[in-house]
């Protein structure tokens, strides 16, 4: 079965600094997912990527597909406190499910 | 538009008893999934609908767990005889679906299930 591991557990960064979270596979990725999830809410959907070397951006958010489609990457610049949250990689595993890794705990300090 | 909506928001009930949970998804969403999410477990696939087609539930832990799907809308997961291990944030999920393609997933605000 596929397994996502997810670097680093936590982190805590302090507001205005650039920092990455990454999200690496046991095996090729044929759909990766970033979600945020904020402490008794649910999963809100950031980006999804499919294609190797493929690079998506959202406000000050970019996540990365490698070309050989097993790792991913999260980036925030200029982090702010509203970007605080548990960062969430989730890959199709076939079926239409979705495996997940074990979230990145992410703490921003103004 | 309407997002994915769970009922009830939190839920506290004795070892024993039985639940049940409620997912109502994004209209027009013909798949439906729900997962579970626990300390230390991360976040696991229970079982997913998909229009009339014959439900997966390769990931419901127990035959205590059930779920239905009434006119290919709303969803009922019901948890028989809780345990105490069952305690828990139960998230539905809905997304459109093409064979042979991804479709993201929208996730509801989830229930958190306390059995004491």
């Known amino acids: 079965s596929q397994e996502l591991e997810q670097s680093p557990q936590s982190l805590i960064v302090q507001e205005g600094k650039n920092l990455t979270i990454n999200c690496t596979s046991s095996?090729?990725?044929?759909?990766l997912y970033w979600y945020k999830q904020k402490y008794g809410e649910g999963l809100i959907f950031l980006m999804m990527?499919?294609?190797?070397?493929e690079e998506k951006s959202h406000e000050k958010i970019t996540a990365k597909l490698d070309e050989k489609k097993q790792q991913s990457s999260l980036h925030i610049t200029a982090s702010q406190p509203s970007h605080a949250g548990i960062y969430l990689c989730?890959?199709?595993?076939?079926?239409?499910?979705?495996?997940f890794g074990e979230g990145t705990q992410l703490t921003v300090n103004p | 538009g309407a997002g994915v909506s769970q009922s009830p928001s939190n839920k506290v009930t004795e070892k024993g008893k039985d639940v049940e949970l409620r997912c109502d998804p994004i209209?027009?969403?013909?798949?439906l999934y729900w997962y579970r999410q626990s300390l230390g477990q991360g976040l696991e696939f229970l079982i997913y609908?998909?229009?009339?087609?014959?439900?997966?539930k390769s990931g419901l832990p127990s035959d205590r767990f059930s779920a239905e799907r009434t006119g290919g809308s709303v969803s009922t997961l019901t948890i028989q005889r809780t345990q105490q291990e069952d305690s828990a944030v139960y998230l539905c999920?809905?997304?459109?679906?093409?064979?042979?393609?991804?479709?993201?997933?929208?996730f509801g605000p989830g229930t958190r299930l306390l059995v004491l």
């Open positions: 999920a809905s997304s459109l679906w093409r064979r042979g393609l991804g479709e993201t997933q929208y």
């Open positions: 209209s027009g969403h013909t798949a």
């Open positions: 609908f998909q229009g009339n087609s014959a439900p997966d």
């Open positions: 990527l499919q294609k190797g070397g």
């Open positions: 989730g890959a199709d595993s076939g079926g239409s499910r979705l495996t």
């Open positions: 095996k090729t990725l044929y759909g």
